[in-house]
């Protein structure tokens, strides 16, 4: 059965930190990403990660969210993470985990959100004061 499900999310203070977790399950993928959507704007690209043996762990960034935003991979909790540092209101939204069975060039699924094919539920992200 295929799963991507969300954890992590939550309400917190402006400057603080959070991570989120997307435990992964049920198919074989070379990538997985982070998205976000804010009420009312379009899903956006956050990160993505190489999932495959030959470029295990090599990330990439939307490029508003490099420096603040961290994703890494636990190949043996089949996780990966997204560690929110310095934390803005302007980052308050759902937090999506996604991949695909197909292989996918993460620049392209960062900027192409309706390529990837398998979703999770998404984890609500608050930042108020």
């Known amino acids: 059965q295929v799963q991507l499900v969300e954890s992590g999310g939550g309400t917190v203070q402006p400057g603080q930190s959070l991570r989120l977790t997307c435990e992964v399950s049920?198919?074989?993928?070379?990538?997985v990403a982070w998205f976000r959507q804010a009420p009312g704007k379009q899903r956006e690209g956050v990160a993505c990660i190489d999932t495959d043996e030959q470029n295990l762990g090599k990330t990439y960034y939307s490029d508003s969210m490099e420096g603040r935003f961290t994703i890494s991979w636990d190949k043996g909790k089949g996780s990966t993470y997204l560690q929110m540092i310095n934390v803005k209101p302007e980052d308050s939204a759902v937090y999506y985990c996604?991949?695909?069975?197909?292989?996918?060039?993460?620049?392209?699924?960062?900027?192409?959100?309706?390529?990837?094919?398998?979703w999770g539920q998404g984890t609500q992200v608050t930042v108020a004061s």
């Open positions: 996604a991949s695909d069975r197909v292989p996918f060039p993460c620049q392209v699924a960062l900027t192409s959100f309706r390529s990837l094919d398998l």
């Open positions: 049920g198919f074989n993928h070379k990538g």
